[in-house]
């Protein structure tokens, strides 16, 4: 059974803080790895990644792999209170499902 | 452009109601899905639909059965509401992107409480 395991499972920092958030997987047949940012309602989806060790960067967002130690990493720098929301690492092991971690839980404060 | 469309937002149901929630989605996509949501649980796979035609079970499909009316429609009924099925449900669809695998585009879901 595939797993997906995200740390911290909640995250409270002062804006202008540089955040952290961790992915570690255990899946057969490993296809790819997803972030998305579920504010209020849907999840919208942030990245994909398939290669280790190549960085996807989209402001002050970034992530990059390690399929090596089976875990991704998402960077937030300079956080704002508009990155406050539940981010959520999926994988993907064959053409058509996804499984999803819990989620990390991320507040920023003014 | 709509993307992925469910139908309804809201839903109080009392134990052993049956009900039917909806979703549309207007890319073309081949790939269609159920999700659950509880607190503290991530998204759990209900039900899927790979193409037309075709349905799979999730990691979570007792109590719910779905149909794949065409491409762009894919139902997902409750026969006899428990409880233990209240939850934030979402749609999803997808087109395999490259060799990665589905990109996932959700609906904006739907709470449902059962009482």
């Known amino acids: 059974e595939d797993k997906v395991v995200q740390s911290p499972l909640s995250l409270v920092v002062h804006e202008g803080d540089t955040v952290t958030l961790n992915c570690s997987y255990e899946?057969?047949?490993?296809?790819?790895l997803l972030w998305y940012k579920q504010e209020k309602k849907a999840p919208t989806f942030l990245f994909m990644l398939?290669?280790?060790?190549i960085e996807k960067k989209s402001g002050r967002l970034s992530s990059i792999l390690d399929k090596k130690e089976l875990f991704s990493i998402l960077n937030i720098t300079a956080t704002q209170t508009g990155d406050s929301a539940i981010y959520l690492c999926?994988?993907?092991?064959?053409?058509?499902?996804?499984?999803f971690g819990k989620g990390t839980m991320l507040l920023v404060s003014p | 452009n709509a993307g992925v469309t469910q139908t309804p937002k809201f839903q109080v149901l009392k134990t052993g109601q049956s009900m039917t929630l909806q979703c549309a989605q207007d890319m073309n996509h081949n790939s269609m899905y159920w999700y659950r949501q509880d607190p503290g649980m991530g998204l759990r796979l209900i039900y899927y639909s790979a193409s037309e035609g075709t349905t799979d079970k999730g990691e979570v499909p007792n109590g719910y059965n779905v149909s794949r009316l065409n491409k762009r429609e894919f139902s997902l009924r409750l026969e006899s509401a428990a409880p233990s099925q209240t939850s934030v449900y979402f749609c999803?669809?997808?087109?395999?992107?490259?060799?990665?695998?589905?990109?996932?585009?959700f609906g904006q879901g739907t709470r449902l409480t059962v009482v």
């Open positions: 398939t290669s280790s060790g």
């Open positions: 899946v057969t047949n490993f296809r790819s």
């Open positions: 999803a669809s997808s087109e395999v992107r490259g060799q990665g695998g589905p990109e996932a585009f």
């Open positions: 999926a994988t993907n092991s064959g053409y058509s499902t996804l499984t």
